[in-house]
């Protein structure tokens, strides 16, 4: 058969890697790649059929029917560090056995980071590497692609598969991530991360991502994130005696390329920053810190992968961070990035735990959360804490936590650390733009600016989905924000809105609701003199 005529699906399972988001609004590298490779190795548009997993599960039986009448099929998947998801949920085990066990026809592919840490998928005909583009399209020309080779190929696939984004149901609102090198370049690195499981390493050009932004940008997509790296500062570093020292000037190139190469750009941010390499070189670090700052988009976060303070737990697991480099750190990163635009701070760290690390004790708790109130007592902002359990890779051996006492930890940094740092980065009466409204549940929706590790915005009322909204924060939870819709029009508020002003309560948010008041004497008039009303005044449009 003549590759134009193979009817072909390609899924996508999603994505989440230390290095690498795809869990929708994220689109991954990999998909794209794949996608490519599939074009550029003669599948016809007219016979490539894309699908992310949610779209299968809306209706499984019916989908499985049809999946049969295809020639070839291709699940792409991976997800080594779990999360919460609102966007979408990652192909489960469950569900790559059972879509390998019920279809017969099809040829089946298997490939992603899942084949790193799950190797036994009997029923499919090819198990591929986490980066499957390359073997697929060698499979399917019967050339072999040397690894001189590799880098041509990769940017051709890159720019032919931005058109998968088209395909995506969360098309145009997706954050294409952008790979600028793959693997650890630490020679020793962390025990428990799946960085270390890649075989396959290289470093891509500026050239090679700008022309993928320049592609992407023509498919309609103008939203950004340099996620797939370890550590961006990296990025083309220079090779010293002393180790990999950053490059300012290719992280310039690069910044300013994706710029150029998409004028109508709305987010450009990045994910993960090493804060060794900060505390390590510190001149050559900050000249690209402000190179980045100067062409990124408000609200981006560098994860900082600390993932203990306690010094047992680092040396067991062979962790390179520690406290003091890692403060030193968020000092200069806040210096850095912490002036604000658009109500937002303009680069700030993320900080990342792990628990159930061999060596952890209670005392690791302890030790994390002392760290955590030593970096707000010093006035400084984190924009993101992350704290998660480690995900078993292979033989790796995970420490056994006692539940209860992790869930008083959490409970513990949520009410004295997350939530007061949650009114520094974003005080009251910050006000946010271009937040998507993505789903609702109950009086309430949720939304979040598109971007890396966004806040979770809660919206009282049930507002339009998918829709790009301008909100002003009015509290803070623990791991998200409330927010009222901005400006905040009186006549088409409901009580539940008008319930969240501090001080209003059921009573008179009914009588605001039920009198509509045309003017600022009038309101002042049914909240009564007792309401601080010109604390609040500038909330109010009539």
């Known amino acids: 058969m003549n590759n134009s005529e193979i009817k072909t699906a390609l899924i996508d399972g999603y994505l989440d890697e230390p290095s690498c988001l795809g869990v929708p609004p994220y689109l991954s590298p990999h998909i794209r790649y794949t996608y490519g490779a599939l074009r550029a190795a003669g599948i016809s548009s007219s016979n490539l059929t894309y699908f992310t997993i949610d779209q299968l599960r809306s209706e499984w039986p ?33 569900e790559i056995t ?14 992603g980071p899942i084949t790193l840490v799950k190797k036994k998928f ?29 880098t041509d190929y990769r940017k051709e696939w890159a720019v032919i598969g931005a058109e998968v984004s ?21 020679l020793k690195h962390c025990a428990f991360c799946s960085e270390r499981l890649k075989k396959q390493t290289y470093q891509r050009s500026p050239a090679e991502i700008i022309a993928e932004v320049s592609a992407l940008a023509r498919a309609g997509n103008h ?27 290719a992280i310039g190139e690069l910044y300013r390329g994706i710029r150029t190469a998409d004028p109508q750009l709305r987010v450009l941010h990045l994910d993960n920053i090493n804060p060794v390499t900060i505390s390590k070189y510190p001149r050559a670090s900050s000249q690209a810190l402000a190179t980045i700052v100067q062409y990124n988009t408000s609200g981006d976060v560098a994860a900082f992968g600390l993932e203990s303070a306690d010094p047992l737990v680092r040396t067991k697991n062979n962790i390179e961070a520690d406290p003091a480099l890692t403060l030193t750190a968020i000092r200069l990163l806040n210096q850095i990035g ?3 635009e658009q109500g937002l701070p303009q680069l700030l760290p993320g900080l990342n735990f792990l628990h159930g690390l061999p060596g952890e004790s209670p005392q690791t708790l302890e030790l994390n959360f002392n760290y955590l109130q030593e970096i707000y007592d010093a006035g400084l902002m984190l924009r993101r804490i992350n704290i998660r359990q480690v995900v078993k890779i292979g033989d790796f051996p995970v420490e056994k936590i006692d539940h209860q006492r992790f869930l008083e930890y959490k409970k513990r940094v949520n009410q004295e650390i997350n939530q007061p740092m949650l009114r520094r980065v974003f005080p009251r009466g910050t006000i946010l733009k271009n937040v998507l409204t993505e789903t609702s549940r109950g009086k309430i929706t949720y939304g979040r600016q598109l971007g890396s590790y966004p806040i979770l915005i809660g919206i009282p009322g049930q507002l339009p989905l998918n829709h790009f909204i301008t909100v002003r924060v009015i509290d803070h939870g623990y791991r998200s924000i409330t927010a009222l819709p901005w400006p905040f029009k ?35 008039r049914i909240l009564g003199p007792t309401f601080p009303l010109k604390d609040w005044q500038d909330w109010f449009e009539f």
Do not use: W
Request: proline share 8%; with cysteine; aromatic share 8%.
């Open 62 to 94: 019916e989908q499985l029917k049809k999946l049969e009448g295809y020639d070839l099929v291709i699940i792409i998947a991976g997800t080594t560090v779990p999360g919460h998801y609102l966007g979408g949920r990652p192909i489960t085990l469950k």
């Open 98 to 111: 059972e879509l390998g066990a019920r279809l017969y026809y099809p040829q089946k592919v298997l490939g």
């Open 122 to 150: 009997t029923d499919y005909d090819y198990i591929c590497g986490e980066m499957a583009a390359s073997e697929i399209y060698q499979l399917l020309t019967r050339k072999t692609i040397t690894p001189l080779e590799q």
């Open 166 to 186: 088209k395909l995506h149901p969360n098309y145009p609102n997706l954050v294409c991530e952008l790979e600028t090198f793959r693997g650890c370049p630490r």
């Open 223 to 249: 939203f950004y994130r340099l996620g797939c790296q370890s550590d961006l500062l990296l990025y083309q570093a220079q090779p010293t005696e002393d180790g990999l020292i950053p490059n300012p000037e």
């Open 338 to 340: 912490g002036n604000r």
């Open 490 to 524: 009186l006549k088409k508020a409901s009580p539940d809105q008008l319930i969240t002003i501090p001080g209003i309560g059921k009573k008179r948010a009914g009588r605001i609701f039920t009198e509509q008041p045309e003017n600022l004497q009038k309101l002042s």
